[in-house]
């Protein structure tokens, strides 16, 4: 934990997705401090006419190289996700030439009861983790 689904204009390869997923499992873990077992990404790739990523009115265009990232995660501190916000950027931009322009970042936060990692057990509220 945490769960990151990233969405991406299809097309990339093997190699590339793995490098995108190490990438911001590094970042993961360094920002949240979560083991480096604690792993859980989904790639959905699409078409490009199925994504529509704008900007808010910021100003800025993206390119076919855009990566929409979203964590479902047990509550972090706001200094937690602006460090993880950074080291993803900072991270893919470096190993995976994606500019920061293309790189949307969603959290969604939830509690201990929302989580089974396997066994139909609750594990953060039977204590096993």
Sequence with gaps: ????????????????LKQLLDVSHR?????????ERDRYQIVTQHPANELI??????????????VIVSVTSTQRSDKQKKDFYHL??????????????????????????DWS??????????GKL
Aim: proline content about 4%; overall charge negative; hydrophobic content about 45%.
């Design 1 to 16: 934990m945490p769960l990151i689904r990233f969405d991406l204009i299809e097309g990339r390869t093997e190699n590339e």
């Design 117 to 126: 990692f396997g066994f139909g057990e609750a594990q953060f509220l039977t």
């Design 53 to 66: 990523i704008e900007d808010t009115g910021l100003g800025f265009e993206r390119s076919r190289n855009v």
């Design 27 to 35: 970042a993961v873990v360094k920002a949240f401090g979560v083991p």
């Design 88 to 113: 993803l950027v900072q991270g893919l931009g470096e190993e995976c030439g994606i500019e920061p322009n293309d790189i949307m970042i969603s959290m969604v936060t939830n509690g201990a009861a």
